[in-house]
């Protein structure tokens, strides 16, 4: 019998990905869930095998929609608003959208005997001392990293109460290929392919990025391993500097004299340390991150020059 995954935020950077992956998985059969129209695919010629449903999760009758229609076993949750905006009409929709979907979504779960799978943010670790480890507790500095401990906190309570299965991971800095938002890595990825200057801070902050190609690697471990639950943080362990990132960037991109540290301040409450421990994950998942940053901050390039030359072409 096939496996029903749902997946929600299909059209994001890493359901995208994900779902690029999972189509080539064999008795799988996966739903997409977004807000938007239609499915966007990381591969364009990717369309076979997956039902796609436009749809707000943090509706109640688009959740009962899909619990008629489907009978999931696994749910990645990777719908959410993210933004560290400090307004209030971005905190209404924080608050609104990812604790609410949590919440529907795990009535689903209860009701399916449905797996959850949530990838979280080593952002609930705040602005403490790294490396992160699952031991430390937990500080979020922002409405974001807050609404993702408490939809943690909704699925610890979903398996106490109703022995649901849950795997939460913690991830370090996400960047690859197709991500097109405002994070560090894409926004200086196209400006210096745009052979504009990247203004920045001194860069001092420390990051540890994790190639996307590692989470999923992780994703697909867990489903490989349906006996495995409980929490793991993502990451390489390494966190170098902002500026020497850009430094690399910029090498690799071929440019010179284009990333300008510096030249804008750093932020109210900056978080300066971001370095996350994978030992857990290591020792129970033997999972470890394979892609380099210079080898993934490549991959990134390539994509998004064979992005815009097909753009390009008529």
């Known amino acids: 019998m096939d496996n029903v995954i749902l997946v929600t935020g299909a059209n994001g950077f890493v359901g995208r990905n994900l779902i690029n992956f999972l189509v080539n998985r064999p008795k799988t059969n996966i739903v997409a869930v977004d807000v938007h129209e239609n499915f966007i695919p990381l591969n364009e010629n990717l369309h076979a095998g997956i039902e796609y449903h436009k749809g707000d999760l943090s509706s109640r009758p688009c959740i009962e929609k899909l619990s008629l229609m489907y009978r999931f076993d696994t749910i990645i949750h990777l719908a959410a608003i993210i933004s560290q ?8 929709a924080i608050m609104n959208s990812n604790i609410q979907a949590t919440f529907l979504l795990l ?3 209860q009701e399916h005997k ?3 799978v949530f990838p979280s943010t080593a952002l609930v670790y705040g602005s403490q001392k790294g490396p992160f480890t699952e031991a430390m507790q937990t500080d979020p500095g922002d409405f974001y990293a807050l609404s993702k401990l408490m939809s943690e906190q909704l699925i610890r309570f979903y398996g106490n109460r109703y022995a649901l299965s849950w795997v939460i991971f913690r ?3 996400l960047y690859g290929a197709g991500q ?5 890595i894409p926004t200086l990825v196209s400006s210096l392919l745009d052979g504009k200057e990247f203004p920045m801070t001194k860069g001092e902050q420390t990051r540890d990025f994790i190639y996307i190609d590692d989470l999923v690697n992780a994703i697909e471990i867990v489903l490989d391993q349906p006996e495995i639950s409980g929490l793991f943080n993502l990451g390489t362990g390494h966190a170098p500097m902002l500026r020497d990132v850009a430094v690399m960037v910029e090498k690799l991109v071929g440019e010179k004299n284009k990333v300008r540290p510096g030249a804008i ?3 109210d409450k900056e978080s300066w340390e971001y370095c996350v421990d994978g030992t857990k994950a290591k020792k129970i998942l033997n ?7 210079d080898a993934g901050i490549n991959k990134t390039i390539d994509f998004e020059r064979k992005r815009r030359v097909a753009v390009c072409e008529p």
């Not at 905006?85 to 209404?92: I, L, R, V």
């Not at 097109?180 to 560090?184: L, P, R, Y």
């Not at 999972?287 to 940053?293: D, E």
């Open 85 to 92: 905006a400090s307004d209030t009409n971005t905190y209404f």
């Open 107 to 109: 009535e689903m779960a």
């Open 114 to 116: 449905a797996r959850i």
């Open 171 to 173: 991830i370090g800095i």
């Open 180 to 184: 097109t938002n405002a994070m560090f």
């Open 265 to 267: 301040p750093y932020r």
């Open 287 to 293: 999972w470890q991150p394979s892609t380099s940053l």
